[in-house]
Nanobody, 125 residues
Framework: QVQLEESGGGSVQAGGSLKLSCVTS????????MAWFRQAPGKEREGIAA???????SYADSIKGRFSISQPIAKKTLTLQMNNLKPEDTAVYYC???????????????????WGQGIQVTVSS
């Protein structure tokens, strides 16, 4: 059973930084794609960053230039470095994975079958 667990969330003032981490268990696919999503109250879940096993990345315009996704250990860990945080970044952040390979990593939730439980990030003005 594949499991994903996020850590590193919390509260920060606008302009600050946070780094989210995700650790996977039993993800045995050869070329998985992993991603970060977020969901603010009353809004749809948004795919903000994705990365494939060849380290090709995809970013949403809302976070481009401020956030960076990486895989320190392929298939085992995923991070999201978040800089220059804004109040509108406040949301529950989710780590997600799919065993399928995509040359251009997708950011639509429909592609991902494995999800973490989510972690809160709060940015105050």
């Amino acid at each position: 059973q594949v499991q994903l667990e996020e850590s590193g969330g919390g509260s920060v003032q606008a302009g600050g930084s946070l780094k989210l981490s995700c650790v996977t268990s039993n993800l045995t696919a050869s070329w998985p794609v992993m991603a970060w999503f977020r969901q603010a109250p009353g809004k749809e879940r948004e795919g903000i960053a994705a990365i494939n096993s060849w380290k090709t990345t995809s970013y949403a315009d809302s976070i481009k230039g401020r956030f960076s996704i990486s895989q320190p250990i392929a298939k085992k860990t995923l991070t999201l470095q978040m800089n220059n945080l804004k109040p509108e970044d406040t949301a529950v952040y989710y780590c997600a994975a799919t065993p399928d390979y995509y040359s251009h990593p997708p950011r639509s939730a429909n592609y991902y079958g494995y999800w973490g439980q989510g972690i809160q990030v709060t940015v105050s003005s």
